[in-house]
Structure formats: C-alpha cells, structure tokens
C-alpha cells in the first residue's frame, strides 16, 4: 500500500491553521509533540482532505489508530485507506473525533470520550465592554475585586514550570479528577507548544493556566489554583486578562476547552459565568478492525485496561 502522505509544515499549516475556529489536535505541531512522546504518525492526504492519525499503544503489544478532532467528513472510500493503514500495522481499531458528523452509517460505535464534547467559546470580535457584558455579574464583580487587589498576570519562565505542575497536581487531586505524567506537560510547554501565565498577589503565585495558540484561536487547556487566597479571585482575573490578550493579538475566538454540568458542575459553572456560545461535538468513535482480538479488547478494558 503506499499512502499519500504531507511532508512539509508549510503546506500542512496553510490548509488547517486557516479553518474557521482551528483544531490545533490536527496542526502540525501536535504531530510532531506526539513523535516526541515517542509515538507514530501519518499525517495523510485522502480525497484532497488532510487527517493526522496517531498510532496508540495498547497492553499487550496491542495498538489503535487514533484520529483527534478533525474537521475532515469521512466517506466509506477515506475509511477504506485508514482501515488499510491499520491493517498494515496490526491496530485492533480506529478511534476518530469528528467535529460534526454521525459515523453510525460508516460502521462506527461510539464510545467513552476523549476530548470533550461541548465547550464554551468567545467571540473575540465583540469589544471588552460587550464581552463584559456578556458575563454574568458575579464573574464581572470578582473581576473588578481581584484587579482591585493588585492581583498581576506573569508569564512563566522555564524554570517555573514544576510550580505550574504542583498546582495542576494539587488541584487534580483535591478534585479527584485523572492527569497526564509531569513529562506530557512538560514537553508540551518546553518544546513550545503551549505558554504558562501566573496569577501573582502580594508575591505569592495563586493560579496557573496552560494556553494554546492556534489558527484563529486561543485556547484554555489546563489549569491549577492553590487552595489559599480564594478569596481573592485570581482565576477570574487570569481569564480576563488571557481574553483580552488574546483579543489584541487578532485572535478570533477563546476556547475554554470542555464544560459538562454532571461531570464537571464546578468548573463548569466557573466558564459559564464568563458568557460566550456553546459549542457541541460529535463526540468519540469507534471501528473495529479486527473485530476478534478487539472483543478480547473490550472484554478486558472493562476490568482491566484504563485506555
């Protein structure tokens, strides 16, 4: 089989950093952050449509083929060369993320999600005074109280980096919630993919973001806060002032990356007080392909594999 694939950033970049609301899980950065965490890619031309697929390790010498939030609509023609590519290397399955697009008819199932499939995004078109507007009135008040107190926005420097982890660690664990390892975080942030802003007050750092920038798009990835201060409201000042840098920067749109009231009613409700629109996804599918050894698989997952 010889597969079509993109070889240079420049022409992988000028087709998907230009899409509206751009999916920085497709850029060729994310590709290249994936090869350096020591796994495989493709990045394909199928039908004049650009898809990054990553080869994910599973126990057992098992793997997948995973495709993240691609805006690319799938035909059975385009999942014949990726149910190829997974033959070649030997993958139980593919898993895709479309952006819009119901892949029941392609033979898909869906499946637990990976990335999150509703987010709230602002309109950076919108002038400070409307985006604050949009807000609901108590986000706005401890906007106004933390600028009050003198609470500062930095942007981190490399050898702050392990106080960004041990926020994000701390407020992981009191919450109860999964994580990535130090070394996914930090690779994201050293190899410069992401950026790192602090929230100061009186010396002491408060809160931390992990901010993405892509195409026509900055986006909330990660963040940590101390348990101490809360009174303070630094989170709600380091949003605003990431929204209005980012609005100066010609950014187009702020995605704060997921909310879901049951899951996650907290932070949820912490994004929501800073108005904007929803966004829904299609969620996560998948497609066997060796359809024995991935009900082995699935059987197993149950009880044992945490992918």
């Known amino acids: ?109 869906q499946t637990k999600q990976v990335q999150p499939t509703k987010t709230l995004m602002l309109d950076l078109s919108l002038s400070e005074e409307e985006l604050l507007a949009q807000m609901h009135q108590k986000t706005r008040y401890n906007i106004r109280l933390a600028d009050k107190k003198r609470v500062k926005l930095l942007e981190s420097r490399e050898e702050q980096f392990v106080k960004f982890y041990d926020l994000l660690l701390d407020t992981y664990r009191r919450k109860d919630k999964g994580l990535h390892s130090r070394n996914y975080y930090q690779k994201l942030y050293l190899d410069h993919i992401s950026k790192i802003y602090f929230a100061e007050y009186e010396g002491k750092i408060l809160c931390a973001n992990m901010m993405i920038y892509y195409g026509d798009t900055m986006t909330y990835l990660h963040g940590g806060s101390s348990p101490e201060d809360k009174n303070i409201m630094a989170p709600h000042l380091l949003q605003w002032e990431q929204i209005k840098m980012a609005k100066s920067q010609g950014y187009k749109y702020y995605d704060f990356w997921g909310i879901d009231e049951n899951k996650w009613p907290g932070v949820t409700r912490f994004k929501k007080g800073f108005g904007g629109f929803e966004v829904d996804y299609s969620g996560t599918w998948e497609l066997p392909v060796n359809k024995g050894w991935y009900g082995v698989y699935k059987f197993l997952k149950r009880y044992f594999i945490k992918k």
């Open 1 to 109: 089989m010889k597969l079509k694939g993109i070889t240079t950033k420049e022409q992988w970049e000028q087709k998907m950093s230009s899409q509206s609301q751009a999916q920085f899980l497709q850029s060729w950065e994310w590709g290249e952050f994936q090869k350096r965490l020591g796994r495989q890619i493709w990045r394909l031309e199928i039908e004049e449509e650009y898809i990054l697929v990553i080869k994910m390790p599973l126990p057992l010498g098992w793997n997948y083929l995973y495709i993240p939030r691609t805006r690319v609509e799938l035909t059975q023609s385009k999942v014949d060369v990726l149910k190829e590519l997974a033959g070649q290397e030997k993958s139980l399955f593919i898993r895709v993320e479309p952006v819009k697009q119901d892949l029941a008819v392609l033979g898909f199932a």
